[in-house]
């Protein structure tokens, strides 16, 4: 029997673990998850998302395996996340012989996670190599992001070695020498898992953290090869076979100029493991299936990579690539946690009826559903727009150079609190870990640490995106002409609209300009992403294909985190109750026509 033939039979017996049903019937108490559905076809504002921001011959071809991804997701893939989930990475310094391997050993379910991301569905390379997945060309971003966004509701640690290989892949293609993308890429494009060289990167040290410039790794030349010093205190993918690493050359400045990137091989051509020891395995609130570690660099051979006094710049673009990715989880993310919450609020009842009936539980299934729809929006509006900064496009590229950071910061922080919901709604249930509601709860809290805490990203939208790069000027343009457009909807509407996006936009402006001003980071790049997604929800509604509800959505987004609301004063009219009917059943149809009713008193 082959390693991958055993590895799928060893998950197989483990599988039958959930798939075991006891011999009494279910009396129909206890409300049914997800598993076992198709996460596509039951993700209606998802597939008007993509009429809306994809190209019509795209989408043809690409449906319908955004359904078998939707499709393996809600079954095999939920069903491998729940065991890996259980049985976590395993680090063996030493073989039976006595030898310093540091060798991590997976349970085979997780390997069998890897075929479906990285061989099956190319996660990783599908933007890098024409001809992927049948595509008559190189297959458009915003395709990978939408498979990223199906895969990350059944598995969130496995999006990091996928999401982070296909960032180094962009960063060797971009700034490696000839020679070193000749060696690495054609390992790391390979379409079959046993050939193929996956990626990392490794830049926190006990040092540093966000404070990249601290770094104490030292880079040394030594007989004409780069050697590597120092430690790195948190390296998830640990046993990639390359990863981007930062570290100091002997004599360069301090600061950030003085820092260098490095691309360092976890095995040298000879065959032999690179000189760096894998110390221990962090002990991890969530992203148990992820093998993240400290490492100890003892004169490990590495690769420049690009400019010397550039190491930090490069690796930026590694970090927004990423920043982008952690955007669509979240909002694939909430979405998981809303269709968990919708499945037991329309199959438990409680008080003589269904959950779902009950005024209070709506509203606050409301608080999950509204920021997933703003996630969605702005996530799949940065996809958009990147093959087009890739080809030079300068708008398109301010474009995603404030969309990244503002959907990463606001839309990690909401998938917490909608993890938190979506438990709640379960119930006692969903606090056993037997139910993938507690997974969602620790995964969630991930989002707001990688590639940079809420107050960095925070930062980076208003001392850099705005202060310096003058981006927040495009986005501010595009939401003025999507507004133009909404003809069809009520004037008043549509004033709502303009001057939430101009007070938003006013106040990010001040809070750059202002040398104190840092403090209202946070507030200002709330506020500009609530105001944006409400523009472009709003106009996804209205545009062909399109789904009229994101209209309500827009609504909730403007009077319940834009417009000042009194506490203490009950609210007027009774539209939400109107609008929950709407939002609720998707079996029924709802025209704009329905939506503009409900948006016009």
């Not at 590895?7 to 009494?24: C, N, R, T």
């Not at 395993?90 to 006595?98: N, T």
């Not at 820092?259 to 040298?268: E, I």
């Amino acid at each position: 029997m082959s390693d991958h033939a055993t590895q799928v039979h060893l998950a197989s017996a483990a599988k039958s673990q959930f798939d075991a049903v006891p011999a009494i019937p279910d009396n129909g108490h206890i409300a049914p998850d997800c598993a076992g559905l198709n996460f596509y076809d039951i993700d209606p504002s998802f597939q008007a998302s993509l009429r809306v921001n994809t190209p019509a011959e795209v989408l043809q071809h690409f449906e319908p395996l955004l359904k078998q991804l939707g499709a393996v997701a809600g079954n095999e893939l939920d069903t491998l996340a729940r065991l890996v989930d259980r049985n976590p990475p395993v680090l063996e310094h030493r073989d039976r012989f006595g030898r310093d391997l540091d060798t991590i050993v997976y349970h085979p379910a997780y390997r069998d996670m890897e075929k479906i991301g990285f061989e099956d569905f190319q996660l990783h390379s599908m933007c890098h190599k024409p001809g992927a997945l049948g595509w008559n060309g190189t297959p458009p971003q915003a395709m990978k992001y939408a498979f990223q966004y199906l895969f990350i509701q059944s598995e969130f640690g496995m999006m990091c070695p996928l999401s982070i290989t296909d960032a180094t892949i962009h960063v060797l293609k971009t700034y490696g020498s000839e020679e070193l993308k000749n060696y690495l890429l054609p390992k790391m494009l390979a379409p079959q898992l046993k050939d193929l060289w996956k990626g990392t990167q490794f830049m926190t040290e006990r040092a540093g953290g966000s404070d990249v410039g601290t770094l104490e790794t030292v880079a040394r030349h030594e007989d004409g090869v780069w050697r590597l010093y120092g430690d790195k205190w948190f390296a998830s993918h640990t046993d990639a076979h390359i990863a981007l690493i930062l570290a100091r050359p002997e004599g360069a400045p301090e600061g950030i100029k003085g820092v260098a990137m490095f691309a360092l091989p976890r095995y040298l051509p000879d065959g032999t493991r690179n000189q760096y020891r894998i110390v221990r395995l962090k002990d991890k609130l969530g992203t148990k299936s992820l093998a993240s570690c400290e490492i100890v660099l003892e004169g490990a051979t590495a690769y420049l990579v690009g400019r010397a006094d550039q190491g930090i710049k490069q690796m930026m673009e590694q970090v927004n690539m990423s920043r982008l990715s952690h955007g669509v989880r979240a909002a694939g993310q909430m979405r998981r946690c809303y269709n968990e919450a919708m499945q037991v609020a329309k199959n438990r009842n409680a008080f003589g009826a269904k959950i779902i009936d009950h005024p209070l539980l709506r509203r606050q299934v409301m608080k999950i559903l509204v920021p997933a729809e703003q996630a969605l929006a702005l996530s799949m509006l940065a996809a958009k727009y990147m093959d087009l900064s890739r080809a030079g496009d300068e708008e398109a590229t301010q474009l995603i150079r404030i969309l990244t950071p503002l959907v990463k910061f606001r839309a990690c922080r909401d998938a917490i609190s909608a993890a938190r919901a979506s438990m709640e709604t379960r119930g006692g249930n969903g606090y056993i870990e037997e139910w993938v509601n507690a997974r969602l709860v620790r995964d969630s809290h991930i989002g707001v640490l990688w590639e940079g805490t809420s107050n960095i990203n925070a930062i980076d939208v208003v001392r850099r995106a705005v202060g310096k790069a003058n981006a927040h000027k495009a986005l501010y343009a595009l939401l003025q002409k999507q507004v133009a457009q909404l003809t069809m909807l009520p004037e008043v509407f549509r004033n709502r609209l303009l001057k939430v996006v101009d007070k938003s936009f006013q106040f990010i402006s001040t809070v750059a300009a202002a040398p104190q001003g840092e403090h209202m980071a946070r507030q200002a790049t709330t506020a500009f992403y609530n105001a944006a997604s409400a523009v472009v929800l709003a106009w996804e509604s209205t545009q062909a294909h399109g789904d009229p509800r994101k209209l309500l959505i827009s609504r909730f987004v403007l009077e319940h985190r834009l417009e000042p609301i009194d506490p203490l004063t009950p609210p007027d009219g009774d539209w939400e109750p109107a609008a929950y009917a709407m939002l609720f059943d998707n079996t029924k149809v709802v025209s704009l026509a329905d939506a503009v009713a409900l948006i016009a008193h």
